[in-house]
Nanobody
Framework: QVQLVESGGGSVQVGDSLRLSCVVS????????MAWFRQGPGKEREFVAR????????FYANSVKGRFTISRDNAKNTLYLQMNRLTPEDTALYYC?????????????????????WGQGTQVTVSS
């Protein structure tokens, strides 16, 4: 049974950094793609970033491009999201998600429906 467990959230100030982690268990391989989504108060869940396994490609929402970096350590079955220059607009519950094979089509990368497995989320709060 696949499980995703996020960690690393917290309460920070504007301009601070955080690194989120997502540990994957229940799979014997790393042949899957991963993403981060977030849901702010009173907002719908939105795509943040995605990383494909092979070939290694990354994709970002415009709102985080240049500030956030998605990465993965396959030896540790762990996905990361390095978040820099945080703003109050980044306040949200952050979820990691898995897109196992067969890979979703490119046009659906930002859609939650492209992902089969989800974590419970980790809260990030940015105060001014």
């Amino acid at each position: 049974q696949v499980q995703l467990v996020e960690s690393g959230g917290g309460s920070v100030q504007v301009g601070d950094s955080l690194r989120l982690s997502c540990v994957v268990s229940g799979r014997t391989d790393t042949n899957y793609d991963m993403a981060w989504f977030r849901q702010g108060p009173g907002k719908e869940r939105e795509f943040v970033a995605r990383i494909n396994r092979v070939p290694v490609n990354t994709f970002y929402a415009n709102s985080v491009k240049g500030r956030f970096t998605i990465s993965r350590d396959n030896a540790k079955n762990t996905l990361y999201l390095q978040m820099n220059r945080l703003t109050p607009e980044d306040t949200a519950l952050y979820y990691c998600a898995m897109d196992p094979p067969p890979r979703a089509i490119y046009s659906s990368y930002a859609s939650a429906s492209a992902y089969d497995y989800w974590g419970q989320g980790t809260q990030v709060t940015v105060s001014s």
